[in-house]
């Protein structure tokens, strides 16, 4: 399925040092320059549809997005980052994404480096609601990640070290085999660049390569340009991808990224009968 979504969002950032340096006095002599004491930053956004990945997490309504981040000067950092989500996009009894991470970044020149792991976690969720042989528990996904840059250009490698949001294989017939997905892993590619005056223009290809999951690999892209307003980060974007996510009343038809937002629903007069049909299906496979 190709879901075209026109976003648009919102940012403001904030940022604060954790400890403040006593000048020294003015008959002090010279000292060598110090390292850049450890900071502490935040950020907050609303954007018009939350997408992970191209796929829509918020059935096109609006996403309040925040997170903090403690970067320390020799280059290791944890953050967290949260969102609300929809419970029918694959976290049954759920509304809140909450991501925690940490990792190591290092600059060479040009050049970037970055490793580390990520934590999805969505409380009140639950697993097994997605399939009988889904994880127990609250859904989470646990990720390692490499990644490298160069200038504006960055890419990042993402490997599941669980089963992929607590899910568990399907065949052909979207039949559970009870098969871990652990090794799915995601590849990232992106740029960022500054127009100057504040302007700046963003394009991702990203692909997930899907472990013992029938028909749910896919790639995603999208284009956006942003403006800086007074530290105020106004952007527009277009995101797209080529997940299998045709509808059916047919459970032997429906294909895995079967997320239909209220807009396409209308768009495409869909009946209220098939809604349900797609949204049970999501509930009980993949979300």
Not at 27 to 40: I, K, N, R, V, Y
Not at 70 to 97: Q, R
Not at 153 to 160: D, F, M, Q, R
Request: charged share 15%; proline share 4%; aromatic share 14%.
């Amino acid at each position: 399925m190709k879901k075209t979504l026109l976003a648009t969002l919102l940012v403001t950032a904030f940022s604060a040092p954790v400890m403040a340096q006593t000048p020294a006095p003015a008959d002090a002599p010279a000292a060598a320059e110090a390292p850049p004491t450890p900071a502490l930053t935040g950020n907050l956004g609303i954007f018009s549809s939350y997408r992970f990945r191209g796929i829509d997490q918020t059935f096109g309504k609006p996403a309040l997005q925040g997170g903090i981040d403690y970067a320390h000067s020799s280059g290791f950092y944890v953050g967290n980052w949260n969102s609300n989500v929809s419970s029918g996009a694959g976290f049954p009894d759920g509304n809140l994404e909450m991501d925690f991470y940490g990792g190591y970044k290092h600059a060479f020149g040009d050049f970037g480096l970055d490793v580390g792991g990520i934590l999805y976690y969505y409380p009140g969720s639950r697993g097994r609601t997605l399939d009988s042989r889904a994880d127990k528990g609250t859904v989470t996904n646990k990720e390692l990640y490499i990644g490298g840059s160069w200038k504006f250009l960055s890419a990042k490698y993402y490997y599941s070290v669980d089963d992929y949001f607590s899910l568990r294989g399907w065949d052909s017939t979207f039949t559970s085999t009870g098969k871990s997905t652990r090794g799915t892993n995601y590849f990232d590619l992106s740029a960022n660049y500054d127009l100057g005056d504040g302007w700046g223009v963003n394009g991702h290809l990203g692909h997930l390569n899907a472990k013992n999951m029938n028909n749910a690999d896919y790639t995603d892209w999208k284009l956006g340009v942003t403006k800086d307003v007074s530290g105020w980060v106004f952007g527009l974007s277009y995101v797209d991808t080529n997940a299998k996510g045709s509808c059916s009343s047919s459970a032997s038809s429906i294909q895995p990224y079967c997320f239909v937002s209220s807009e396409r629903q209308q768009r495409l007069g869909k009946q209220e009968q098939q809604h349900q049909g797609c949204r049970s299906w999501n509930r009980r496979h993949f979300g």
